[in-house]
């Protein structure tokens, strides 16, 4: 994908349903007894191999564009698939379905592209194993292929060494077949659409402070059913975010991305533009289907470097790659710290947003936990590898719209992870 400098960005957008509340809306859907409808669905490839797993698991969903539609069976209702689960490039489905699958009376294999097969599974099978579960890698320690075989499991306490929604999720999920309560306790809050949307479909969880550690903590205890809910999916900030990026780094632009779901817990985007003196105001704030929403208006705006670390970085995590581009774009230095997480991310994206960054001009150092840019309020074209990373396409894609010169995506058609539709939005002339 060629990229050549665009401005005058103007007008209205829409970005596509959020991938993380779009995949959980398959799998409690699918646990659920009774019909759930779905609407904004996000049909990036990621949720369709969530909606592919269910489907080999004896669920039938039908998909009418955006809106789909399940028809669960139960917590207890699915059944052993013939063969592999295809879980293609998407960490979300592989971390939740260890969980899920570690509650259920039969075995089933996962496995990945190469990406996804090298990411560490290590993380969700430790507690898993804690609680019981048997989950074995077949080819490399701590990576998919894995396969989990069925064992009875006894609620814990685990303390998680990372602020991942994918770990807590996967604990959290065992814990609806466990015995006994479960309890995750996480070093800062990550994303909390397991413990709003497990709620709304009938689970006994509640989320708090851990009284031994004062760190957030959510418990769930031993489930019976789930029951069918309706769901509207807010549009994704972290699709958002790019809309977000060209609108304050583009010249002479004001735009208007509607919809957008802005759950404090995936805000950080917001407050990290506002930080660096970018003009953004939250418009006609809403609540959809139990999620807050607004719609978002930028404009062209001068932005100053700063420091982005600590309880921050999990509420802003996927949109780091495109951070560090208007931090490039802007004047004086922003620290990224406390991201050491971007490193098992569909690449190293401290790696792969250093690389590409430096090809393109900028200062920019990589770190042990994230990164450092000097500002120079300036960009080049550059050939960018993308590694077949989608946040990475999309990143750089909104650098070349302000570099001088042009931009060759490389395998930009990986965008169809969690943004099908992103080349034909209206950013690119
Ligand atoms: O739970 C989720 O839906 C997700 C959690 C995040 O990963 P971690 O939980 O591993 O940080 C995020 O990067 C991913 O895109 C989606
Ligand atoms: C990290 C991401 O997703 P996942 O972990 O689900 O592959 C992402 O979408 O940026």
């Given at each position: 994908m060629i990229v050549r400098p665009n401005g005058h960005l103007r007008g209205i957008y829409s970005v596509p349903g959020d991938k993380s509340v779009s995949h959980r809306s398959v799998m409690f859907g699918a646990l659920a007894k009774g019909t759930t409808h779905v609407t904004n669905f996000l049909t990036g490839a990621d949720c369709l191999s969530t909606i592919d797993c269910f489907r080999k698991m004896g669920i039938a969903i039908e998909e009418n564009g955006n809106e789909i539609t399940i028809h669960g069976k139960g917590l207890r209702g699915l059944s052993k698939p013939e063969t592999i689960l295809d879980v293609g490039n998407s960490g979300t489905t592989t971390r939740l379905l260890c969980g899920l699958l570690s509650g259920q009376d039969f075995s089933a294999t996962m496995s990945g592209d190469d990406s996804l097969n090298s990411r560490p599974m290590g993380r969700v099978q430790v507690p898993l194993a804690q609680m019981g579960a048997e989950l074995v890698s077949l080819e490399t320690a701590g990576c998919a292929p894995l396969q989990v075989n069925p064992h009875p499991l006894t609620g814990i306490r685990y303390v998680s060494p990372v602020a991942s929604a994918q770990v807590k999720s996967a604990v959290l999920l065992a814990g609806l077949y466990a015995q006994g309560e479960t309890t995750v306790v996480e070093p800062t809050l990550s994303r909390n659409h397991t413990e709003l949307m497990l709620k709304a479909f009938g689970a006994d969880i509640a989320a708090g402070v851990d009284a031994e550690t004062g760190l957030p903590c959510a418990t769930v205890q031993p489930c019976a059913e789930l029951y069918a809910q309706d769901i509207q999916v807010p549009s994704d900030i972290s699709s958002a975010a790019y809309f977000m990026a060209a609108g304050l780094l583009a010249k002479d632009s004001c735009l208007t991305i509607q919809n957008v779901g802005t759950n404090p817990t995936r805000a950080g985007m917001i407050a990290v533009c506002q930080q660096m003196g970018g003009n953004v105001e939250l418009r006609n704030p809403r609540l959809a289907g139990g999620e807050p929403i607004a719609d978002i208006q930028v404009s062209t705006s001068k932005l100053y470097g700063i420091t982005i670390g600590g309880d921050l970085i999990p509420t802003l995590i996927d949109e780091i790659p495109v951070i560090a581009v208007m931090a490039a774009m802007a004047e004086g230095t922003t620290i990224i710290k406390d991201a050491a997480e971007l490193k098992v991310k569909e690449t190293n994206r401290i790696d792969t947003v250093v690389s590409n960054l430096k090809a393109m001009g900028a200062d920019i150092t990589a770190t042990d936990d994230g990164m450092i840019i000097h500002g120079t309020g300036k960009l080049h074209g550059a050939t960018i590898q993308s590694h077949l990373d989608h946040r990475i396409a999309m990143a750089f894609a909104i650098a070349g719209l302000v570099a001088e010169g042009e931009t060759a995506i490389q395998?930009?058609?990986?965008?169809?992870?969690?943004?099908?539709t992103f080349f034909q939005t209206g950013l690119f002339a």
């Open positions: 395998d930009a058609h990986c965008v169809d992870v969690s943004f099908p």
